[in-house]
């Protein structure tokens, strides 16, 4: 098993800026990428940006030139730096892990956090 911990969220201004964390644990083989979806209310859950095991990164348009993802120096650890924060930036944030193999299984399998929040007001 595998378990997904973020941290980070919390409430800023607009035009502020927000890091948020994740770190999977647990007995991992290997993760084929982790990224970070939102879910604003009433809406669908959307990507927000995924890095690969490779460096290879995708971004939901609405968040280029504003968000970046980013591996930590720890194994299985994925950072979000946002920038310049908008009132429809807010949401929960969801860390996710795509392609996680765990010792036990050796099968693959995709992981959720438990979600943080993220509120852009003034």
């Known amino acids: 098993q595998a378990q997904l911990v973020e941290s980070g969220g919390g409430t800023v201004q607009p035009g502020g800026s927000l890091r948020l964390s994740c770190a999977a644990s647990?007995?991992?083989?290997?993760?084929?990428?982790m990224g970070w979806y939102r879910q604003a209310p009433g809406k669908q859950r959307e990507l927000v940006a995924t890095i690969t095991s490779g460096g290879i990164t995708n971004y939901a348009d609405s968040v280029k030139g504003r968000f970046t993802i980013s591996r930590g120096n720890a194994q299985y650890t994925v950072a979000l730096q946002m920038s310049n924060l908008q009132p429809e930036d807010t949401a929960v944030y969801y860390c996710?892990?795509?392609?996680?193999?765990?010792?036990?299984?050796?099968?693959?399998?995709?992981?959720w956090g438990q979600g943080t929040q993220v509120t852009v007001a003034s």
């Open positions: 647990g007995s991992i083989f290997s993760i084929y990428a």
């Open positions: 996710n892990a795509e392609g996680v193999v765990t010792t036990t299984t050796m099968m693959a399998r995709p992981y």
